[in-house]
């Protein structure tokens, strides 16, 4: 039998029990040669290469091995807020069918207060109405002071007019002033019956006593009203005051605020006629009250301007203006002669 070495022909020797071969002295130390070289170079080679190799494999196990952790983590995550993401939508569209039932809702109920509302309104004006007709009977005012119940209606009165007016100007901006909507009967009912309870003698006194914070927001709502805005209201408040102004403690109360005199120089430029005529009348009271009493220094009642303006109104075309300016100057012209001052001629 023979096998090749080193590209060589070896012979076996036949009947050898451990079956040795016959090799050339060369060849064998050629191969003895290789060996020991490979002996010396291949941990060399081997060692540094396989050793980071091993490394690199075995950091590559472990991070395969984390990658996948965290993608089984992460995958659980995902599986986790999907569940959420779907309980959330499912939140989310129950929520939103409820919010569109309340809107419905909502939008019933704001119907209906809008009816209650204008049914109130309508009733409330027709009240105030049927009691501002009431309010011209001077048996009916005394019983209303002796019924011991004014007081609390006088109150809502004030509180009323003054949230009304304050509201005047936004309702401007929205729309057109409507002297005929239920709220303006309403409010003008409430100044009409003020008006009639302070034309009898028993009530003017009662407002001239026991109503100074009524008297106060009427002088107040005359100052804030803007020129030509719901002159009748205007109207029926300077005619309360004018009736109040009648009684002495009423007239000496209104005539103490400072601000009084001002507003009746602004109102006498409103461009109402109706407006310019009671606000002449409420001056012709406070004119009575200063004859005798001494004027500050400055008074409004001795200012040229005031006597010019009067002037002007008494060439108005409307007849009772005019003779009510024509009075009124002449007395500012009295008060102006008896106060030292020089007249102005018109």
Known sequence: MAASVGGKQLSQSHGAKDG????????????????????????KILNGDLIEMLHKARAAETMRER??????QLRQECLHLQSRLDAVQSECQKEREEKLLLREQLWQSGAELQQQADFCSGLGASACSL?????????????????????????????????FVKSLDEELKAEPEDHNSHEHQFVLALAGVITNIAAVTCGRDYLS???????????KLL?????????KLKVLMLMALYNVSISVKGLKYISENPGLLPLIWTLLNDGDWEVCLHSLRLLQSVLLEEEEAPLPPGSPLLDPGLL?????????PQPGLRLTAQQTLEDLQVLHQVRGCKPTSF
């Open 223 to 231: 100052e804030l009203m803007k020129p030509g805005v719901f002159p």
């Open 67 to 72: 990658v996948a952790q965290e993608q089984e």
């Open 308 to 316: 010019a303006r009067v002037g002007q109104l008494t060439s108005s």
């Open 209 to 219: 006593s026991s109503a100074h914070i009524l008297l106060d927001t009427l002088m």
């Open 20 to 43: 040795f071969v016959k090799v050339r002295k060369r060849d064998l130390e050629k191969l003895t040669t290789e060996v020991m070289q490979l002996r010396e170079f291949l941990p």
């Open 131 to 163: 009691l501002w007709s009431c309010s011209a009977r001077e048996d009916a005012v005394t019983h209303w002071l002796a019924d011991g119940k004014l007081q609390s209606f006088l109150v809502v009165a004030a509180q009323t007019l003054e949230s």
